[in-house]
């Protein structure tokens, strides 16, 4: 038996967010460590929904839910590079 196909459904939608969040905090920009960091961040900010396929959870997610699940995301992702970057060891050069 294999779980390969169980993952977590916000993963997609914060890795994106993280992506386009991230001109806006420059010395993120070019760090994958620190954007995987966000990334952990906010994941763990969100109550995860496991499903095997993309279609399990958008059959029984309505609008307003998948409204609500942007705006979580969103306010995941702010957290998270705050979060970070208040508390990423400065450059000391």
């Given at each position: 038996m294999t779980f390969e196909s169980v993952h977590n459904h916000h993963e997609k939608m914060v890795f994106r967010r993280i992506m386009d969040t991230?001109?806006?905090?420059?010395?993120?920009?070019?760090?994958?460590?620190?954007?995987?960091?966000?990334?952990?961040?906010?994941?763990?900010?969100?109550?995860?929904?496991?499903?095997?396929?993309?279609?399990?959870?958008?059959?029984?997610?309505?609008?307003?839910?998948?409204?609500?699940?942007?705006?979580?995301v969103q306010e995941a992702v702010v957290f998270a590079f705050h979060f970070v970057q208040i508390r990423r060891p400065q450059d000391k050069s």
């Open positions: 991230a001109a806006a905090y420059p010395d993120f920009a070019e760090n994958s460590q620190l954007l995987a960091d966000v990334a952990c961040v906010a994941l763990n900010r969100l109550q995860p929904r496991y499903i095997r396929h993309q279609v399990d959870l958008s059959f029984y997610t309505d609008d307003h839910d998948r409204a609500q699940l942007e705006i979580a």
